[in-house]
Each structure stands twice: as structure tokens, then as C-alpha cells.
């Protein structure tokens, strides 16, 4: 069984920054790909950032590109996601997931544990 535990996020105003961790246990996080997700009131959950197990590919939605950054530290189990330039619309709840796949992935449908979601609010 695997543990997803998220932390930061919260609320920042529009051009701030804003870093969320992701911390796995309960088997070996670094021959994973890793991925964050976001889901805003209303809509569907959606792809924001992924990165392969060893950190050397990484893969964004366009919407998020050049502003978020996607990371990882195999010997701490954790997983980063530094967002920058925060926008209203980048407003919604935050889920790290972990695949099965070595590969990058973008469905939901490729990752099977998920973490407990974390608020992130940007103001205008």
C-alpha cells in the first residue's frame, strides 16, 4: 500500500508563488512516475505537471508552462511542484498521484494512489 502526503498550497495573490510538497511511503517511490493534478469547483480534473521516475523527463499542460516546475528527491521520497506567477485561474484543489508507469503520464486513468488534495487560492 502507498501513502501520498500532501503539503502547502493556501492562499497567495495574483504573481506570488507557491511550493506544495508530496511525501510517499510504503514502497520504493523512485521507479515511478510521479504527477500533479488539479480539479477547480465544477469542473474535471485535470493534468498540470508529470516527471518520470529518475527526474530527467518531465512533461506540462500548456496552461501552467513556464510557470510551474515539477520535481523530485528519490531520497526523500517527496515530490515538488514550485508554482510561480499564480494566476486566479490557477485557483483549484491540487492532487499528486503516482503511476505505474515508467513513462510520463497525463490521464488520470494511469495513476492509481492519490494524495489527499491540497487548497491553493489565488487572489486578484
Known amino acids: 500500500q502507498v501513502q501520498l502526503v500532501q503539503s502547502g498550497g493556501g492562499l497567495v495573490q495574483s504573481g506570488g508563488s507557491l511550493r506544495l510538497s508530496c511525501a510517499a511511503s510504503?514502497?520504493?517511490?523512485?521507479?515511478?512516475?510521479m504527477g500533479w493534478f488539479r480539479q477547480a469547483p465544477g469542473k474535471e480534473r485535470e493534468f498540470v505537471a508529470a516527471?518520470?521516475?529518475?527526474?530527467?523527463?518531465?512533461n506540462y499542460a500548456d496552461s501552467v508552462k513556464g510557470r510551474f516546475t515539477i520535481s523530485r528527491d528519490n531520497a526523500k521520497n517527496t515530490l515538488y511542484l514550485q508554482m510561480n506567477s499564480l494566476k486566479p485561474e490557477d485557483t483549484a484543489v491540487y492532487y499528486c498521484?503516482?503511476?505505474?508507469?515508467?513513462?510520463?503520464?497525463?490521464?488520470?486513468?494511469?495513476?492509481?494512489?492519490w494524495g489527499q488534495g491540497t487548497q491553493v487560492t489565488v487572489s486578484s
Open positions: 498521484a503516482l503511476s505505474p508507469y515508467y513513462s510520463v503520464r497525463r490521464s488520470t486513468r494511469d495513476y492509481n494512489y
Open positions: 510504503g514502497r520504493t517511490f523512485s521507479g515511478y512516475t
Open positions: 516527471i518520470s521516475w529518475s527526474g530527467s523527463s518531465t
